[in-house]
């Protein structure tokens, strides 16, 4: 199973943060990538960076015959689209997009870490996860999203959209 976070916070050139992740979520749909499933989207406080508005959130499970190097190229030509500019660390920002999974493969490069090293950390990217795919695990805690989820008892759930 390949899943993707998605996050929006500022306008751009697609719209407002909601319609940021509704545009991405078609845009993983087309050139060798198929959205097979969406989690509805969430609406959370931001993460690292308190001071900046709250955040449009959801998670995609995909398919692509893509390497994940060549999917998280894919990745940042769409977030370039959407108007995304890497400033400042997890600041203010038009579309994020990250690999979240890559069929449980374990790999750390000077460009890609899978699993994506803070999903236990981000409720926005565990809640949407456990609605998705709930017989999803970590592929390496092997934890499923909902006992993490538990474990961050105390954090913001977020709104559902």
Do not use: C
Not at 118 to 135: C, H, N, Q, T, W
Not at 146 to 157: A, C, E, F, N
């Amino acid at each position: 199973m390949i899943l993707i976070a998605l996050g929006s916070n500022i306008s751009g050139p697609w719209g407002t943060p909601q319609q940021s992740v509704q545009h991405a979520l078609q845009a993983l749909n087309r050139d060798g990538l198929k959205l097979v499933e969406a989690s509805r989207l969430l609406l959370t406080a931001p993460f690292g960076k308190p001071n900046q508005p709250p955040f449009v959130n959801a998670v995609a499970h995909i398919e692509t015959h893509l390497s994940p190097l060549a999917l998280l190229q894919k990745l940042h030509a769409i977030e370039k689209e959407a108007g995304r500019r890497r400033k400042t660390r997890w600041g203010p920002r038009t579309l994020d997009l990250d690999i979240i999974d890559y069929h449980g493969l374990v790999r750390s490069t000077g460009k890609l870490v899978l699993p994506h090293p803070g999903i236990a950390e981000r409720i926005f990217v565990l809640k949407p996860i456990s609605e998705l795919a709930a017989k999803w695990r970590h592929p390496t805690s092997h934890l499923n999203a909902k006992i993490m989820l538990r474990k961050l008892k105390g954090y913001s759930q977020g709104q559902e959209i």
